[in-house]
């Protein structure tokens, strides 16, 4: 037998691979963010479009796309975090039905602009007239939904099986 120095070693030719089915990979993790988030944009974009001016409607587009951009950062830094936050906020989408939780976190955000002194209060068309108005209420209520929805996320994941919540690693890229 002639030897081919060409040829793999042994141990790397002979070495069986079992396969793994792949469930969460960071850009599958990436589109069910964007899923997701445009889900839980329905309600709280419609109570907004109706109660605001078009500055203020230009700072919560600005807060939206940031809080879009952060997510994608997120669910190639920290898959598994995002993977909770993405499971919780199909529930806080499917409570669109009934959007209490949608209006209690954007009156808080409206709230808490009242009480450190940056708006007055008054009708909504003049508490909410500029750009900086729409931003800061936009990311407050949509970093709350985001809490609430990492919440359930977390009570999901206590009480479903661990299998659910696995992030594979980049080199188990195989499919069963």
Same mark, same amino acid.
């Not at 030897?3 to 469930?23: F, G, M, S, W």
């Not at 419609?46 to 997120?74: D, H, K």
């Not at 409570?95 to 976190?105: A, E, G, R, T, W």
């Not at 750009?131 to 009570?155: D, E, K, P, Q, R």
């Given at each position: 037998?002639?030897?081919?120095?060409?040829?793999?070693?042994?141990?790397?030719?002979?070495?069986?691979?079992?396969?793994?089915?792949?469930?969460?990979?960071?850009?599958?993790?990436?589109?069910?963010?964007?899923?997701?988030?445009?889900?839980?944009?329905?309600?709280?974009?419609?109570?907004?479009?109706?109660?605001?001016?078009?500055?203020?409607?230009?700072? #919560?587009? @600005?807060? !939206? %796309?940031?809080? =879009?951009?952060? &997510?994608?950062? /997120?669910?190639?830094?920290?898959? $598994?975090?995002?993977?909770?936050?993405?499971?919780?906020?199909?529930?806080?989408?499917?409570?669109?039905?009934?959007?209490?939780?949608?209006?209690?976190?954007?009156?808080?955000?409206?709230?808490?602009?009242?009480?450190?002194?940056?708006?007055?209060?008054?009708?909504?068309?003049?508490?909410?007239?500029?750009? #900086?108005? @729409?931003? !800061? %209420?936009?990311? =407050?209520?949509? &970093?709350?939904? /985001?809490?609430?929805?990492?919440? $359930?996320?977390?009570?999901?994941?206590?009480?479903?099986?661990?299998?659910?919540?696995?992030?594979?690693?980049?080199?188990?890229?195989?499919?069963?």
């Amino acid at each position: 037998m002639e030897l081919n120095p060409y040829d793999p070693p042994e141990t790397i030719a002979v070495q069986p691979r079992e396969l793994q089915k792949v469930t969460h990979g960071t850009w599958l993790l990436s589109f069910e963010w964007t899923a997701v988030y445009l889900l839980n944009l329905v309600i709280p974009s419609f109570l907004a479009w109706t109660m605001t001016t078009a500055p203020a409607r230009i700072g #919560a587009l @600005g807060a !939206i %796309v940031i809080l =879009l951009a952060v &997510g994608y950062c /997120l669910c190639q830094v920290r898959p $598994l975090w995002m993977l909770v936050t993405i499971r919780g906020s199909f529930l806080v989408a499917i409570s669109q039905i009934f959007p209490i939780l949608q209006i209690m976190c954007g009156a808080l955000a409206i709230r808490s602009l009242i009480f450190i002194g940056w708006i007055e209060e008054a009708n909504f068309r003049e508490m909410l007239g500029t750009t #900086a108005s @729409g931003f !800061i %209420v936009t990311m =407050l209520t949509g &970093g709350s939904l /985001l809490l609430i929805s990492a919440v $359930l996320g977390l009570i999901l994941m206590a009480i479903s099986p661990r299998r659910w919540w696995t992030i594979p690693s980049p080199n188990s890229q195989t499919q069963k």
